[in-house]
């Protein structure tokens, strides 16, 4: 097929895309056929994404993208010192999965990946069917059990949100935790502004068990979902969460906060919410309430040297 070829084209080249000719080919034909499914490679497996899916550019051209999740895996199972259990809020395509899984092989247990788009988890059972430590949930994930929230729509390329037109049953992440019936180590969630409403719904989990987790901060998207900006520290810092690492979009350290400073979060969130010192400006965050080394998660030594970069 033209645009799985173009697709995979692209990505290999991506080192020319100031071109006007790379330029014309990704924006005019890869992203006009969005929803089509085209076969690429991704740490080591052909997998199924939709044409424009943006996870082989973007760990090709920003080396440290998504290294604070792997670094905060590496940890947790450094300092666990056993085979830890992940679950993944917002799983798409499977690519968080296969980055952890191809990069700490001897120190992953079981990965939970929960995604409610339709077309992303078809997407993802294909990918990981042949993964027995993979256990896939298709589900909407909520503050209230049994509430019924819009249904999870494509915003673009590389995820959804729950901004459709159809009322669908939520979840919560504690009674998807209490049905697998496993301990989870780590939480990471990227629901396009929905964090908030998703950790409010893992309080027993977050009491009980003291995963660790680490959650996309994207005021923009929390303001055009109509979510409370500082939500997620909100939930956070009432269940014993005190120490928060901040790293910018690229994966890049920022820096930390210690305790929930409301003043420190409202210029933060003023600087994404203008969006005039750079595009689209927002944070990933990891949150301990356990003996992590900070200096170490922030220096991401490991994953800067990871096998498998994409």
């Known amino acids: 097929m033209l645009v799985n070829t173009v697709y995979n084209f692209l990505i290999k080249t991506y080192k020319i895309r100031s071109l006007f000719l790379w330029q014309m080919l ?4 890869v992203l006009r056929n969005n929803q089509k499914e085209v076969i690429t490679t991704i740490h080591n497996h052909k997998i199924k994404v939709n044409a424009g899916y943006p996870y082989g550019l973007l760990s090709r051209i920003y080396p440290s993208f998504n290294n604070p999740i792997l670094e905060i895996a590496y940890l947790t199972a ?25 990069n700490l092989k001897d120190k992953i247990g079981n990965i939970i990946c929960v995604e409610a788009e339709k077309q992303f988890y078809g997407i993802l059972k ?13 589900s909407l994930l909520s503050n209230i059990s049994n509430q019924k929230e819009l249904n999870v729509i494509r915003t673009h390329s590389g995820s ?8 669908v049953l939520a979840k919560t992440l504690d009674e998807i935790v209490d049905e697998i019936g496993i301990s989870i180590d780590l939480i990471k969630i990227d629901v396009d502004g929905f964090d908030g409403k998703v950790l409010e719904g893992s309080s027993k989990t977050l009491l009980q068990q003291k995963p660790n987790v680490i959650f996309e901060w994207h005021p923009l998207l929390l303001k055009k979902a109509k979510n409370e900006i500082l939500a997620p520290f909100h939930q956070l810092f009432k269940n014993g969460y005190e120490n928060f690492t901040f790293f910018d979009k690229y994966g890049i350290f ?3 906060m210690h305790g929930f400073d409301g003043n420190q979060l409202e210029l933060l969130s003023e600087v994404c919410l203008n969006n005039k010192f750079k595009d689209d400006w927002h944070y990933d965050v990891v949150a301990t309430c356990n003996d992590i080394n900070l200096v170490e998660l922030a220096e991401c ?10």
């Open 26 to 29: 990704w924006k005019n034909f």
């Open 78 to 102: 450094k300092k666990k010192n056993k085979r830890i259990n992940v679950i993944d809020v917002g799983a798409a395509t499977g690519d968080t999965f296969l980055l952890i899984n191809e």
């Open 126 to 138: 294909s990918n990981l069917v042949s993964f027995k430590n993979a256990i896939l949930v298709n």
């Open 160 to 167: 959804g949100s729950a901004l459709g037109n159809e009322l």
């Open 254 to 256: 920022s820096h930390f």
């Open 301 to 310: 030594i490991f994953s800067r040297q990871k096998p498998s970069p994409y």
